[in-house]
């Protein structure tokens, strides 16, 4: 039945449409054609660029997220709400595609937000990351659209949660934008299509069946058949525009097999640099993370051996702290390179790439045996850059030259500011434990010394004051039953007593703090201070001061700049073993400087460091320089003296 129902309607179909005339027959067919193929590419193009955006845009997502939890790390662990502020405001502008950013603290409250009206109810809670600290994905349908939410760990999640979002809106915008091109041209192909086929009725069947021939090689996907062209009237004009449009789509089709090509290795680039990323956030130490991301890189670039050395704080020598791929006696001569004869010095002074090839460059390096029994032929250096300083270098070996593609050498760049911000990363974490582990002997030995200052000074009054202030009341009593000729000579006594009794009160108070320094200010109280210094330990002192015309300085200031200067002169005594002392107070345009200066033995000190260990009092006085915003430096050398440097901004 149904069969016999199908029969009767295309025998109406083709009543219908046998009667019409070839043209139009053609006209069709070439139309139904090209508008099969035309919709066919879009719909297929359209769904492959869809998917090719939207992964490329989740790995840009990723990236991004990862990047802005490896650079808020540090500020939200020292709460640094406004740089973090900034971060995230920055990033989002920076961005087009990131639609907000956030960071989410462990308690689960939102710590700083890039909107401009506030989270959006049930956003923080909308994406929680996985227990085992992974980075998550979740797609929002919001008033917006689509947008792609990455939450990322900060810090292995004890810090937080970096979250951002990727809207969708220009994925779809370049999506229509393509169909409505791909549309178009099938729309003109189609046109193109219609004339064909109406100036094919009136040429004869050969170039007809010739242009057939061709447009079946076409739907078979041979762009390289041409329609040949018999003479220049219109069916070969016709084969002249079918050509063309055959060039146009065989062009069109090797665009797009290109950019294919490239958005694979941008995605490649992208995964390494998300994989750099991923052991550079991690919690391991620093060789452990240098270790697995030299390892990383040579995977990706597919070279056989590496090494990564730490830059000294003066930049003249480095330190191998992991290597891979090296004999023994190749990592002798890296352990023993010297820079200043080295080009690895041009990576350091350029702060770029540097690459070394045998036969054309001279390094001590090439021809030095690897592990797997080759030789070295060529040689790359990335410098590591963190805020534009360059912390340490990357070397890379391989037996063959020329390996590296600008790309890569590109990409290694971008790897070595990644792996710059991971050692600068471990030094400030370093600089931290170090910093907080003095703090802590610094606050027990102050309140050692405030014990042994308590009880010095209950000394002094029990042995001192106590002691006249009993001589007194004996003297008073024996007064009662004085003779009267004894009399003035008891009085003038105790009067002389409570004079010296006044005078030891009066000593001890001005050691605990001196009223010379609130009632006067810092000039007079160190003025005093110098030429009692100079009474009681016999060494010559001289006090000078420039521009400060009876200035007064906050309390702070004050009293701060004071125990620098005490605790500097204090040390002359202890340790100097000095003859003269000079100390000089001056105000510059927008700072304070004081400077105390010695000529004594001197001591050993590391430039640019800080490690005095054992010293309390030397980092005492750095910390009350931090405490009102100023800086001090100690130089001194053996048998040359030693000079305190302070300076301080005003306002």
């Not at 939207?54 to 790390?73: H, Y």
Request: aromatic residues 4%.
């Amino acid at each position: 039945m149904v069969t016999t129902k199908l029969g009767k309607l295309w025998v109406r179909f083709w009543s219908l449409t046998g009667g019409v005339g070839v043209s139009f027959k053609i006209m069709g067919i070439v139309l139904l054609l090209i508008g099969i193929f035309g919709l066919g590419i879009t719909i297929q193009g359209r769904n492959s660029l869809t998917q090719t955006l939207a992964m490329e845009l989740e790995k840009q997502g990723v990236a991004l997220a990862n990047d802005l939890a490896a650079r808020s790390t540090d500020l939200v662990l020292t709460s640094n709400s406004f740089d973090l502020y900034q971060l995230l405001k920055n990033t989002v502008r920076n961005n087009e595609a990131m639609h907000y950013a956030f960071i989410v603290g462990t308690d689960g409250n939102i710590i700083s937000h890039s909107f401009s009206g506030g989270v959006p109810a049930g956003l923080a809670k909308a994406n929680v990351p996985a227990a085992d600290g992974q980075q998550n994905l979740v797609r929002l349908d919001t008033n917006d659209g689509i947008i792609l939410d990455i939450a990322v760990p900060i810090f292995g999640g004890r810090a937080g949660v970096a979250r951002v979002g990727m809207s969708t809106e220009s994925l779809r915008e370049v999506v229509a934008d393509m169909t409505a091109r791909w549309l178009l041209i099938t729309g003109v192909v189609s046109l193109a299509g219609l004339l064909a086929a109406y100036l094919l009725t009136s040429v004869l069947t050969r170039p007809i069946k010739h242009l057939v021939e061709v447009t079946r090689a076409i739907s078979r996907g041979d762009l390289q058949h041409k329609a040949p062209v018999w003479a220049p009237d219109e069916i070969g004009r016709l084969g002249m525009a079918f050509n063309t449009m055959t060039d146009s789509l065989a062009r069109s089709r090797s665009e797009s097999e290109a950019y294919h090509a490239e958005l694979l290795r941008r995605n490649l680039e992208l995964a390494a640099l998300n994989a750099i990323a991923n052991e550079v956030s991690g919690s391991r130490e620093l060789m452990d993370i240098m270790l697995r991301c030299l390892v990383k890189i040579l995977e990706f670039i597919n070279l056989d051996a590496g090494w990564a050395s730490i830059l000294s704080d003066d930049g003249e020598r480095a330190v191998t702290i992991c290597h891979t791929g090296l004999t023994p006696e190749t990592l002798i001569v890296v352990d023993n390179l010297d820079l200043d004869k080295c080009l690895c010095k041009q990576a350091i002074n350029r702060k770029s790439v540097i690459t070394v090839s045998y036969g054309e460059h001279n390094c001590p390096v090439l021809l030095a045996g690897l592990a797997n029994g080759k030789q070295i032929r060529h040689h790359v250096t990335v410098p590591l850059i963190a805020k534009s300083r360059v912390l340490g270098l990357l070397h890379l070996a391989s037996p063959q030259p020329g390996r590296l593609s600008s790309e890569n050498i590109q990409l290694l760049g971008a790897m070595g500011h990644q792996l710059g911000v991971a050692i600068e990363n471990s030094n400030l974490w370093e600089q931290l434990k170090y910093k907080e582990e003095i703090r802590g002997r610094l606050l027990e030995g102050i309140i050692t010394a405030q014990e042994a200052e308590r009880k010095r000074i209950a000394r002094e009054l029990h042995d001192q004051t106590g002691q006249s202030l009993t001589s007194l009341m004996v003297g008073l009593k024996m007064l009662e039953t004085a003779r009267p000729e004894e009399i003035d000579q008891r009085i003038k006594s105790m009067r002389h007593l409570t004079g010296q009794m006044l005078e030891d009160v009066h000593n001890l108070a001005v050691e605990l703090r001196p009223s010379s320094l609130d009632d006067l200010g810092l000039v007079a109280a160190l003025e005093q201070y110098t030429r009692e210094f100079t009474d009681k330990f016999g060494i010559n002192s001289e006090f000078q001061t420039i521009g400060f015309d009876h200035r007064r300085l906050s309390p702070e200031m004050e009293i701060a700049l004071y125990r620098i200067v005490q605790e500097a002169l204090t040390n002359v005594v202890k340790h100097a073993e000095a003859k003269k002392v000079s100390v000089l107070m001056e105000v510059r345009q927008s700072s304070i400087v004081a400077i105390v200066e010695d000529d004594g033995r001197g001591f050993d000190i590391q430039p640019k460091s800080r490690n005095h260990e054992g010293r309390l009092g030397l980092y005492g006085m750095y910390e009350r320089a931090e405490l009102i915003g100023g800086k001090l430096t100690i130089e001194s050398r053996p048998g040359k003296g030693t000079t305190v440097f302070v300076e301080v901004p005003l306002g």
